[in-house]
């Protein structure tokens, strides 16, 4: 049974870079690719990216100039960093398995817990 | 971006009651449709993708249908855990999006 567990700062101050990294427990990590997903007061749930285990990574365009996702295949890890954060970036952040069906369709499961994260001054 | 919009946007049901929860997709999106319950404080969870198809584990009372612009979302006799909100997800087309929700209380 895959997990994944996330984990990073909740608490940041305006113009600060937010980072979160999320493990892998089980499963195989090359074949799938990492989501981050984020739900905020503002925007409601908004994929943010996802990125490979060669760390080829695909970015939401309305929120790329910001974000960067990485990945440690080693440690079955994956990391979201996003630049200069608002207030507007706060709400809860969660990291997700992406697969690819036969069909082809796209489905984000399991999910990690969550970290809430909020920017205030 | 595709845009896709839930109605109701809230609803009030009793234990045993069947609802049905409906998803437009602002263009047509063929299948590419999931569907997922969150509760408070927790992950959404996949309870449907390719608009009808059930995940594993999912209990049976959980049906989807739709295809094209229009998709929908039934529980057959609800339970308390049931009580929840829903959202739909397109996957046609990056960037992937979400609807709005629509939350259920008894």
């Known amino acids: 049974q895959v997990q994944l567990r996330q984990w990073g700062a909740g608490l940041l101050k305006p113009s600060e870079t937010l980072s979160l990294t999320c493990g892998v427990n089980g499963g195989s990590f090359s074949t799938y690719d990492w989501s981050w997903i984020r739900q905020t007061p503002g925007r409601g749930l908004e994929w943010i990216g996802q990125?490979?285990?060669?760390?080829?990574?695909k970015y939401n365009p309305s929120l790329t100039s910001r974000m960067t996702l990485s990945v440690d295949t080693s440690k079955k890890q994956f990391s979201l960093r996003v630049r200069s954060v608002t207030a507007a970036d706060t709400g809860l952040y969660f990291c997700?398995?992406?697969?690819?069906?036969?069909?082809?369709?796209?489905?984000?499961?399991?999910w990690g817990q969550g970290t809430l994260v909020t920017v205030s001054s | 971006d595709i845009q896709l919009t839930q109605s109701p946007s809230s609803l009030s049901a009793s234990v045993g009651d069947s609802v049905t929860i409906t998803c437009r997709a602002s263009?047509?999106?063929?299948?590419?449709v999931n569907w997922y319950q969150q509760k408070p404080g927790t992950a959404p969870k996949l309870l449907i993708y390719?608009?009808?198809t059930l995940h594993s584990g999912v209990p049976s009372r959980f049906s989807g249908s739709g295809s094209w612009t229009d998709f929908s979302l039934t529980i057959s006799g609800l339970q308390p855990e049931d009580f929840a909100t829903y959202f739909c997800?397109?996957?046609?087309?990056?960037?992937?999006?979400f609807g709005p929700g629509t939350k259920m209380d008894i």
């Open positions: 990125v490979n285990h060669n760390g080829f990574a």
């Open positions: 997800q397109q996957t046609f087309t990056s960037p992937f999006t």
């Open positions: 263009r047509s999106i063929a299948d590419y």
């Open positions: 997700a398995r992406q697969s690819t069906t036969m069909t082809p369709s796209v489905l984000f499961d399991p």
């Open positions: 390719s608009a009808s």
